[in-house]
């Protein structure tokens, strides 16, 4: 006889050997959320598994599928496509309704990377020196013009360099370098931030010469751990 300890309910459930575990889980009385009726289509009966994961069977193809989607890390499991071979600690994902409209995949567009994970990043921040004087100065149109003609040249850099631009603010944009494994994220930054200071100083002469002002950007790079993944509300990006 083996053993399911589930939190955060605090309770153990006995079982026998190859148990489907979303079948084991409903009938104990556990409130596993499971909108598609255990065909994988909605990820609502996701759970992080604690200990025991070997104790758990390989995923089937259409878990697989939804965890790839997801980017689901080993140890978060669907609990419909799992069956159980032993004694296994675990936590339910989906606790309320806040939760399932997180979770339900049902309706919704094919995104990927919806699920957090831990990655080795190299991020780089870039923005211009002095904006606030210069939005004051120019009129919005030709700002608008300005900051387009230096980030479409920041999109190449950033391209050649296998970097992901993560979001534009305002006069600023953070690039992110390693999210997909690449080789030498930290590298790849550096080079990245020594091409947008060349566009940047090749712009300067057309704003030089356009508006009689100087044009010039700060750039900074870390390298570490980040969590990611998408994050917001449904008509967010990411």
Do not use: W
């Not at 598994?49 to 689901?72: H, N, Q």
């Not at 499991?77 to 296994?88: D, F, H, I, Y």
């Not at 210069?134 to 970097?163: C, K, S």
């Not at 080079?191 to 009689?212: C, N, P």
């Amino acid at each position: 006889m083996s053993r399911i300890h589930v939190l955060p309910d605090d309770i153990e459930i006995d079982f026998d050997s190859d148990a489907g575990l979303l079948e084991t889980l409903v009938n104990a009385g556990i409130p596993v959320v499971h909108l598609c009726g255990g065909r994988a289509r909605c990820s609502t009966c996701r759970v992080f598994v604690l200990e025991g994961l070997g104790a758990l069977s390989e995923r089937t193809p259409p878990e697989a599928e939804m965890a790839a989607k997801l980017d689901f890390p080993d140890v978060v499991r669907l609990a419909c496509q799992t069956t159980l071979n032993g004694s296994v600690s675990l936590r339910r994902l989906v606790l309320d309704k806040t939760d399932v409209r997180l979770a339900s995949q049902l309706g919704k567009p094919e995104l990927g990377g919806a699920a957090g994970k831990e990655v080795d990043v190299a991020a780089l921040f870039v923005d211009v020196v002095g904006y606030t004087k210069m939005a004051e100065d120019l009129p919005p149109y030709d700002i608008v013009h300005l900051l387009n003609r230096f980030f479409r040249q920041v999109d190449e850099v950033v391209a050649t360099n296998n970097g992901v631009i993560d979001d534009y603010m305002g006069d600023a944009v953070l690039v992110l370098f390693g999210l997909h494994d690449e080789d030498e994220p930290a590298l790849a930054a550096v080079r990245a931030g020594f091409g947008i200071l060349e566009a940047a100083h090749d712009l300067s002469r057309y704003v030089q010469k356009i508006y009689r002002m100087k044009f010039a950007v700060r750039v900074g790079i870390d390298y570490g751990e980040v969590v990611f993944g998408l994050m917001g509300g449904s008509g967010s990006a990411r």
